[in-house]
Structure formats: C-alpha cells, structure tokens
C-alpha cells in the first residue's frame, strides 16, 4: 500500500544528501493467492526495487506491506523507526477519525481495509503498547516466518550461486537455517528430491555450479527458492538472461511448480512477451509508478496507456504478412532524480496535451478491475 522507495544521493566532502531517487514512487497493488502478477517495464522503471522492497531485502521509504492479513511493515525496521511507524500508520489516523465520529465502535464501522480495522480494534481495547505488542511479539518467529515464506529467484544464474559451494550446501542452506532437517542425511534427501522436482537428475548434488548450464542453474535457483515451501516467490528477470528456446522450458516448469505447491509470483520483466505467457494479471511501470494494471487478457486486448500501447508494439509477431507498426518512443526515460511533472510519461507520449505535465493523472479503476493513469486513456491506438 502506497509504497514508496527513495534512495539518497550524496555528494560533497561531507557526503551531504543533496537529492534522492525516486525508484518506487507510491505504487499500490494486491497480489492474490496462487496468481501471477507480472511487473513490467523498461530499466530503471523500480521493478527491482519494487521486488526488494516487498521481499524486506529493502526497508521502505513509506507504504506498507501486508501479508496474510498481517503488517508485516514494522518486523525489520530498526527499533528507533517503530514507533514513528506505528503512530503515523495507525494512532494518528485513528485518533483525528475517533475526534471527527466520537465513538470508537462508529470509527472501526467507518475504515474500509480489515487489517484497519483489527489494528483499530486492538488500539482502542490496549491502547499504543497493545498495538505494538500485536505487531512485535515474537519478533523472531515472526521474521522467520516472513524470510521462510518470501523467496526470490534472481535474474542471473551465474552470480547469485556461490561458485565455492556444492548444489548440495547451496539448496541445503536454508533448510538446515530454518530447522527444517534433523541431520545431513535427510537434507540431502530433501535436495535431491528438489533437485527432481525442478527437472536436475539428483546425481548432480555434489557438482558445482560452474558445471552447469545457464538454463540449468536457473533450475538450482527455483530448487533454493522452494526448498523452504515459500507461499510467495519474486523473479526477478527470471529467464531474462537465458536463450529464448531455454526460457520457455524455465517458465513452463514455474508454472507446474506453482499447481503443484499452489505458490503465488510476482514475475518481473523489461519483455512484456515474456510477462504474457505466465501472468494472470499485469502492471505496467513507468519511472516509478504504476501506469496501468489488468487482467493480462484484458491489457492484450485493450491496452489503455500510451505506455502500454507502445510496449506493445515492440513485441515481434511470427507472421510475415502482417505489418505492425512499431512506436518509437522518443528521448530516454527521465531521471527519477528529478522525475516530470505532472505524468511522468509527458514528455515522450504521442498524445501529451497541456494538462500533462500540470496534472498527475491518479490510477482509476475502469471496468473488471482495469486500472489506468492517463488523462486520455484508451485514446492513443498506436
Ligand atoms: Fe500521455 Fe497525458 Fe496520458 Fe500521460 S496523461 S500518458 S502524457 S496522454
Ligand atoms: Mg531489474
């Protein structure tokens, strides 16, 4: 919810913060259960960061993150940020609705999110330090639980598997972490199985990764994300930096795997082609913001934003009679340092008009859930 990533950039002798990047500039979205939703955008758009963020591999600037009914915002802050937390989040807004309805029952009737109003409910029954006790306690199980439940599979194959390290200790890793194996003997049986699952003969367990294909330690990869039976996996650039006749064997297993142990993705890519075999539903990112989101059938049939329309249309079509014409954007995509006003898109969208750059154009929600931001959307066909 309203989640929001700036980095600052420093400068000077004494390191001063002069300006920050936007990377993640206010974006709000549900992931549902067991779906796919595909994040896209060209480089820089804050899909990484994006990704990160809801993986707490990143603090958040602001916004919230909630999984399974449960903040999960406050878990990694450091102790001094929870209180302010806390209070901007909950207690103050709580407190100005208890002044604006007078009664306590009429404020909880009145909040629209379920997580608002079980917070509501527990501040008004125990005050402030119920509130944190129901977000703190048991701190440590709490962040095992979220670390244990959110996984990521990074884009490159060749970094993020430490060339030092047998298959084995590389997927084992976590199970041993997380005290999920008694001894050795069942890791090892526990890897091998994964290894399985993900399409790896179990007699490469003892191999290192520099033994493998690109294809194939994207394999070991999924095999670490899921040995610790995640409910959520980002992938990030997944099969981006794999041979395209080898991406598509990556994503069919991604999809057999999440019926199999019903995991919910959020699939990052710069390739909307890649995002529309596997997603159920896709958002569009520009410099930071969400443009547009959809059902994934719904944003091929009528895409609205004049972002959307233009990645589109770089999307090759196997068919020698059928003429696309492809949109050129022109210019590069701004410095989220200093990100256009207005849409940020104004600068190079086909169809900009005066109000563009005054006016921030909000994300509405049209029909079955399609959600735009464009003063004009729907009207810039390509
Ligand atoms: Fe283009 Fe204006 Fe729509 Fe932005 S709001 S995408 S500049 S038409
Ligand atoms: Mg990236």
Redesign the pocket.
Known sequence: DNLKKYFPVRAGVFKRVVAHVQAVDDISFKVYEGETIGLVGESGCGKSTTGMTILRLLNPTSGRIVVDEIDTTPLFFPKSKVRKYINETYVDRFNELKNKYKSEDDVIKNLKDEIDKKYAKIFFDKGYNGLHQEMLSNLNEKRKWFRRNMQIIFQDPYSSLNPRLRIRSIIAEGLFTHGLVKDGAEATEKVKDLLDKVGLSPEYIYRFPHEFSGGQRQRVGIARALALNPKLIVADEAVSALDVSIQSQVINLLEDLQNEFKLTYVFIAHDLAVVKHISDRVAVMYLGKI?ELADKKDLFANPL???TVSLMSAIPIPDPEYKKKRIILQGDVPSPINPPS?????PR?????D???KKE?PLVELENGHQV?????G??KG
């Open positions: 443009v934003h004049p972002y207005g849409c940020r898109f104004h969208c086909p169809i900009a008009k109000i563009c750059s154009p931001a464009c003063h004009f959307a009207q810039f």
